[in-house]
Nanobody, 118 residues
Framework: QGRIVESGGGLVQSGASLRLSCVVS????????VRWYRQAPGKERERISR????????HYSDSVKGRFTVSRDNAKNTAYLHMDNLQPEDTGDYYC???????????WGQGTQVTVSS
């Protein structure tokens, strides 16, 4: 049974940086793609990043490209989302998911909140 725990959110000022962590347990982590989503208050959930098991495929949404960097350490069963130059529009709940590279169930974490003040 897979379990995902995100951490690293918080309240920061505009222009600051944060690094979110996503610890995955109960799964063969290197076989799973990791996705990061966020949901701003009153808005639909948005997928902002994806990284595959060997980190050979990385994708960002246009809204975060150039400011956010996704990475993973398979030895630690952990993925990261480094966020630079945060803006108020980046405020929201951030979620990490894991899905096997050939598909199937997508495991979700409980989310971590990011609030960016202007």
């Amino acid at each position: 049974q897979g379990r995902i725990v995100e951490s690293g959110g918080g309240l920061v000022q505009s222009g600051a940086s944060l690094r979110l962590s996503c610890v995955v347990s109960g799964l063969t982590f290197q076989e799973f793609d990791v996705r990061w989503y966020r949901q701003a208050p009153g808005k639909e959930r948005e997928r902002i990043s994806r990284i595959n098991g060997p980190s050979t495929y990385i994708h960002y949404s246009d809204s975060v490209k150039g400011r956010f960097t996704v990475s993973r350490d398979n030895a630690k069963n952990t993925a990261y989302l480094h966020m630079d130059n945060l803006q108020p529009e980046d405020t929201g709940d951030y979620y990490c998911t894991a899905q096997h590279r050939i598909g199937g169930h997508e495991y979700w974490g409980q989310g971590t909140q990011v609030t960016v003040s202007s």
